[in-house]
């Protein structure tokens, strides 16, 4: 089974930038989607961005679209949500999670979690 690691959140001024980072363990990552969530307090989990095994087709929730770019490196296992222009209502605790679906945008299509990076943007 793939573990996943998310790092690199922090509090950041709106206007500005962060880049996630979610690392897999186990030799299989290349073959899953990849895709990134966020929950706010109170709120329930929604989609941000997904990425397909290969790279070649991406999916972005029309909140972040044009903001957030989300890449892999799949000869280092690792995955990344580059995030600008951030706004408050950004701030959540991010997730990335693994699919065996090929255009997955729904949380129930996912599972191997990470354990979140809080992302706080200040007005």
């Known amino acids: 089974q793939v573990q996943l690691v998310e790092s690199g959140g922090g509090l950041v001024q709106a206007g500005g930038s962060l880049r996630l980072s979610c690392a897999a363990s186990?030799?299989?990552?290349?073959?899953?989607?990849m895709g990134w969530f966020r929950q706010a307090p109170g709120k329930e989990r929604e989609f941000v961005a997904a990425?397909?095994?290969?790279?070649?087709?991406?999916y972005y929730a029309d909140s972040v679209k044009g903001r957030f770019t989300i890449s892999r490196d799949n000869a280092k296992n690792t995955g990344y949500l580059q995030m600008n222009s951030l706004k408050p209502e950004d701030t959540a605790v991010y997730y990335c999670?693994?699919?065996?679906?090929?255009?997955?945008?729904?949380?129930?299509?996912?599972?191997?979690w990470g354990q979140g990076t809080q992302v706080t943007v200040s007005s």
């Open positions: 999670a693994l699919s065996r679906r090929p255009n997955a945008i729904m949380y129930y299509e996912y599972n191997g």
């Open positions: 990425i397909s095994w290969s790279g070649a087709s991406t």
């Open positions: 186990g030799r299989t990552f290349s073959t899953y989607t």
